[in-house]
Every structure is written in structure tokens, then in C-alpha cells.
T-cell receptor
Framework: DTEVTQTPKHLVMGMTNKKSLKCEQH?????MYWYKQKAKKPPELMFV???????INESVPSRFSPECPNSSLLNLHLHALQPEDSALYLC????????????FGPGTRLTVT | GIQVEQSPPDLILQEGANSTLRCNFS?????LQWFHQNPWGQLINLFY???GTKQNGRLSATTVATERYSLLYISSSQTTDSGVYFC????????????FGKGTKLTVNP
């Protein structure tokens, strides 16, 4: 099974809301990633977790707060977002960080109003 | 960091035609992947191919690591092949981030 699941599929939130995106994999992968993709652009890396520890933060604003509660789960907590944060948020995992094939979830399409 | 360049940026085919997509990268790689992004945004893994040749049905890929390029071949294209094809790579001894090219948008007309 090479499945990464993400919930919700779609999310509309106001600029004062707090919401969370969830990602789950059961492939025994020890690296998990958050990517952001704007329309007609390639995905861009936001965060890397390796063995449940934050290894890379690509200078992402603090209104995005990642969390890795265990080796199978990855969350992205959202607070006080701006309309320009509207995008497709993709989660991925791989056996280890920077080695091995990355598998992507179906994404959460976020709209900030 | 690594530069990943894809060509062509856009490609329009008639159903049944064959095509070749190219990916050039600027450094030696540990990881090179080809993805197909469908209209709903799902990134589908096509190939994990840091070197050599692989085939999967109508699709095949070849990476010539010494010359820093990879090719994706699509034969007998179908309308369901439409979407954006991304090449992405991680360099050896580099930033350990998967860097994507800008993609090739493929449209297959019936």
C-alpha cells in the first residue's frame, strides 16, 4: 500500500479562523513533508519532518505551524491566514529523508476569504 | 541549489500519438522522480529513476545520470494522459530537498 491520505479535501476559512490539515501514512516511512502549490506552479517545499523531528522549515510564516504527533501522522495548524495563502497543500512521505521515492497525498485545496 | 528544467512547457497531441518529455538537471542526483498531476491535483508517481531505464505499460523513462538528463516517453497517448508532468530531483550532497521543474502541460485531443 503506497497511500498517503489527507483531510479535508477542501477547506474554506476566514482570516481569523483556526483550522488544521491532517496527513496520514502507514507505510512505515520516517520522513514526512508539507508542500504548497499555487495554480500553474510546481509544488514548493514548506517543512520536512525526519523521525518526528522538524528538520527543515523553508522560512514559512509562523501562521503555519506543523506538528508530527507520531511517525504516521502529520498536521499543519493554520491561524490568521491571508488570502494569498490560498493554494493546494500537499503532504508527502518517504522511507527516510532525502532518500527513496516520495509519495504524495491527494492534497487539501484551501481558500482563505 | 539544483536547477531542474523541463521541456517542452506545453504539448498538444492527437490521441494515439507518441511523445517525449525532457528533464535536464544541473547536478548529480540521488533521487529523480516523474509525476503526473491530474486535473484534481493528485500527484501520481510514474517513475523513481535516478539512473537507467524503466517501463510501465505505455510509459517508459530513461535517466542518463552522467549527462544529467531524463526522458519520459508516452506511447499511443490517450485523453486520460492529459495533465501536467513534473520531473523532480534531489542532489547528491546538496540541500536534500526535492526540487521540481516547472512541468510540461500535456493535452491529448480525441
Amino acid at each position: 500500500d503506497t497511500e498517503v491520505t489527507q483531510t479535508p479535501k477542501h477547506l474554506v476559512m476566514g482570516m481569523t479562523n483556526k483550522k488544521s490539515l491532517k496527513c496520514e501514512q502507514h507505510m512505515g516511512h520516517r520522513a514526512m513533508y508539507w508542500y504548497k502549490q499555487k495554480a500553474k506552479k510546481p509544488p514548493e517545499l514548506m517543512f520536512v519532518y525526519s523521525y518526528e523531528k522538524l528538520s527543515i522549515n523553508e522560512s514559512v510564516p509562523s501562521r503555519f505551524s506543523p506538528e508530527c504527533p507520531n511517525s504516521s501522522l502529520l498536521n499543519l495548524h493554520l491561524h490568521a491566514l491571508q488570502p494569498e495563502d490560498s493554494a493546494l497543500y500537499l503532504c508527502a512521505s518517504s522511507l527516510t529523508w532525502a532518500l527513496g521515492e516520495q509519495y504524495f497525498g491527494p492534497g487539501t485545496r484551501l481558500t482563505v476569504t | 541549489g539544483i536547477q531542474v528544467e523541463q521541456s517542452p512547457p506545453d504539448l498538444i497531441l492527437q490521441e494515439g500519438a507518441n511523445s517525449t518529455l525532457r528533464c535536464n538537471f544541473s547536478d548529480s542526483v540521488n533521487n529523480l522522480q516523474w509525476f503526473h498531476q491530474n486535473p484534481w491535483g493528485q500527484l501520481i508517481n510514474l517513475f523513481y529513476i535516478p539512473s537507467g531505464t524503466k517501463q510501465n505499460g505505455r510509459l517508459s523513462a530513461t535517466t542518463v545520470a552522467t549527462e544529467r538528463y531524463s526522458l519520459l516517453y508516452i506511447s499511443s497517448s490517450q485523453t486520460t494522459d492529459s495533465g501536467v508532468y513534473f520531473c523532480a530531483a534531489i542532489t547528491q550532497g546538496g540541500s536534500e530537498k526535492l526540487v521540481f521543474g516547472k512541468g510540461t502541460k500535456l493535452t491529448v485531443n480525441p
